[in-house]
C-alpha cells in the first residue's frame, strides 16, 4: 500500500508541470489612437452614475428601482449561480472522492446444486457489510485543469453578460424616461395649438353667420383644428406604450410612470472622455468575448489529454460479518486498494474528432473577439458622430421654429389689414404646428444621443450602477424562484 502511495505521488509530482494544449494568450489588437468624433471638451466622469447628472430624481429612482427589481438582471445573477456551481463540479476530480456504503443481504443456496454444501454450512445466511471508499484519478495530462479552466472562463463571461444587462438595461430606462417626457412635451404643444385652432374655428364661425367671411375659410380653419385634433390620440398611444415599455423594465405590470423635470428642464450630461484602448477594458461584452475565447482555448487541451493514459487508484476500508453483532469486531474487517491504467488504442476517430472541434470552436471564438473589438469601435465613433450631428439638427429645428413663428406673425399681420388671404395664415401655421413638434424630437434625440456615448463607451459606471442591484442571496424567495435562482452569492 505504501509502495503505491508513494509511486502515486512520484508520478504527480513529475507531472504537475505536463498539462497539454495550448497556454492562453491575448491576440493582438490594432487599437485606433484616437475617435474620428472625439469631442474637445469631454470630461472624466465615465466612471460616475452619469445618470445623476440630468439632475432629475424622478430618473435616479427608476434607475434604481430597476436595477433592484428587473427580471432579466436576476435572470442573469442566476446564470451567475449556475456558472459558478459547474466550475466547483468540475473542479471535484482534482481532488480524491470519498464515500461510503453499507449492506445487508439474506440469501438460501440450492441444496441441489452441482456441489452439495458442506456439513454445517448456514442456508439460509446473513452478510453485513459497512465499508468507506476512495478513489482518485491522477490529473497527469492536465485534463481537469484544462477543463477547470474552461469553466472559470465560463464563469467570467457569464459574469460579464449579467453586466451587460445592467449596462443595456440603464441604459434603456433613461432613454425610456427622455422618450417619455419628449412625448410629453409634443402633447402638450398639441393641446394648446388645438385650443388655438379651435378659438379660430369658432371666431369664423361667428364671422360667416354674418356674412363676413365665406364658408370656404370656415373649413379651411377646421380642417387645420382637425388635424391637429388627430396627432393627440396618436402622441397618447405613444405614451401608453413608452411607459408600459418602461414598466416592463421596472418589473412592474404595466401602468402610469411617475414625471419629473420636462424635457427643457433637463440638464445634459456631459461627455466623457476616454481613448479607444480604454473600450477594450470597459465593455462587457467585449471582456464576454474574450472569456469565452479563453474558455475554447482551454477546451483545447482537454480534448488532447484524452489521447493519453488515465491512472486511478481506488481502496476500500470497513466491515463485513454475517452477524450484525459482529460487524464491528476486529476480525470482521477487510480492505482492498487497488491501481488502474487505461489508455486509447483504437477509436476510430472519436478523440481526433474531439480535438478538431475544440480547434475549431476555438477559431470562432477568436473571430467573435476580433468582431466584437471592432464593433464596439463603431459604436463609440457612431455614437460620438451622431451627438455632433444631432447637436447640429437640433439648433436648425430651433431657427426653423424662429422663423416660422415670425412667418405666423407676418401672416397675420397681412390678413389682419387686408393685404392677403387666410390661405396664407394656414400656411404659415401648417409650418409651425409640426416644426414645434420636431424641436422636441430632436432634442430627445440629442440627449438620447448621449445615453448611448455613455453605453458604448463602457465604463466604471457599470460597478457603480451594480452596487444597486439586490444580490441574489437577498432576494425574497418567490423572486428568486422566478428567475430559476439558487441560494448563493454571485461571485465577482
Not at 445487508?104 to 441444496?111: E, F, L, V
Not at 390620440?233 to 414625471?259: D, K, Y
Not at 427643457?264 to 472622455?273: I, M, S
Not at 459482529?326 to 482492498?336: C, E
Request: one cysteine or more; aromatic letters at 8%.
Amino acid at each position: 500500500m505504501r509502495r503505491l502511495v508513494s509511486a502515486a505521488a512520484l508520478v504527480v509530482l513529475l507531472g504537475a508541470g505536463c498539462t497539454v494544449g495550448p497556454d492562453y494568450t491575448r491576440p493582438a489588437v490594432d487599437a485606433p489612437k484616437a475617435y474620428v468624433w472625439e469631442v474637445k471638451d469631454a470630461k472624466e466622469v465615465a466612471n460616475a452614475a452619469w445618470w445623476q447628472q440630468f439632475q432629475d430624481p424622478v430618473l435616479d429612482a427608476l434607475v434604481v428601482e430597476a436595477l433592484e427589481k428587473n427580471r432579466n438582471v436576476k435572470i442573469a445573477a442566476a446564470n451567475v449561480e449556475q456558472a459558478a456551481a459547474v466550475l466547483i463540479q468540475t473542479r471535484s476530480t482534482l481532488y480524491p472522492q470519498v464515500g461510503y456504503g453499507a449492506g445487508a443481504t439474506r440469501q438460501k443456496a440450492s441444496a441441489l446444486g452441482a456441489v452439495p454444501l458442506p456439513a454445517g454450512y448456514p442456508n439460509p445466511q446473513n452478510v453485513f457489510q459497512l465499508a468507506g471508499t476512495a478513489s482518485w484519478e491522477i490529473d497527469l495530462w492536465g485534463k481537469v485543469r484544462r477543463q477547470s479552466e474552461a469553466a472559470s472562463a465560463n464563469l467570467f463571461a457569464t459574469e460579464e453578460a449579467r453586466r451587460g444587462v445592467v449596462l443595456s438595461l440603464v441604459a434603456s430606462v433613461a432613454n425610456g424616461y427622455l422618450q417619455l417626457r419628449g412625448y410629453d412635451e409634443q402633447l402638450e404643444i398639441s393641446k394648446q395649438t388645438l385650443k388655438t385652432y379651435g378659438e379660430s374655428v369658432r371666431l369664423f364661425e361667428l364671422q360667416f353667420k354674418y356674412g363676413q367671411v365665406s364658408q370656404m375659410t370656415v373649413e379651411q380653419a377646421r380642417t387645420q383644428y382637425e388635424t391637429a385634433a388627430a396627432t393627440i390620440p396618436q402622441i397618447e398611444s405613444q405614451i401608453v406604450q413608452t411607459e408600459n415599455a418602461l414598466s416592463l423594465l421596472l418589473g412592474r405590470h404595466p401602468g402610469p410612470i411617475a414625471r419629473g423635470k420636462s424635457i427643457y428642464e433637463l440638464k445634459l450630461p456631459a461627455v466623457p472622455a476616454g481613448i479607444p484602448s480604454e473600450v477594450l477594458e470597459n465593455r462587457p461584452d467585449v471582456r464576454q468575448a474574450e472569456q469565452n475565447l479563453v474558455a475554447a482555448n482551454a477546451r483545447i487541451g482537454a480534448a488532447k489529454a484524452l489521447y493519453f493514459p488515465s491512472i486511478s487508484l481506488t481502496g476500500a476500508l470497513g466491515t463485513s460479518s454475517g452477524q450484525l453483532s459482529d460487524l464491528f469486531k476486529g476480525p470482521a474487517g477487510v480492505w482492498s486498494y487497488a491501481g488502474s491504467l487505461t489508455g486509447p488504442i483504437f477509436a476510430g476517430g472519436a478523440i481526433s474528432g474531439q480535438v478538431r472541434q475544440a480547434v475549431a470552436a476555438r477559431e470562432a471564438a477568436l473571430q467573435t473577439y476580433a468582431n466584437a473589438i471592432e464593433s464596439a469601435f463603431a459604436d463609440v465613433e457612431n455614437a460620438l458622430a451622431a451627438k455632433q450631428k444631432l447637436g447640429e439638427q437640433l439648433e436648425a429645428r430651433m431657427r426653423l421654429v424662429k422663423a416660422a413663428k415670425e412667418y405666423e406673425r407676418l401672416a397675420n399681420l397681412q390678413y389682419g389689414g387686408g393685404y392677403a388671404p387666410y390661405s396664407t395664415v394656414l400656411q404659415a401655421e401648417e409650418k409651425l404646428f409640426p416644426a414645434q413638434l420636431d424641436v422636441v424630437t430632436a432634442r430627445t434625440g440629442y440627449f438620447a444621443s448621449l445615453v448611448t456615448i455613455y453605453k458604448a463607451m463602457g465604463g466604471g459606471w457599470v460597478t457603480e450602477a451594480d452596487k444597486l442591484t439586490v444580490p441574489l442571496q437577498e432576494q425574497k424567495p418567490a423572486e428568486g424562484a422566478a428567475a430559476g435562482a439558487s441560494p448563493g452569492g454571485s461571485p465577482k
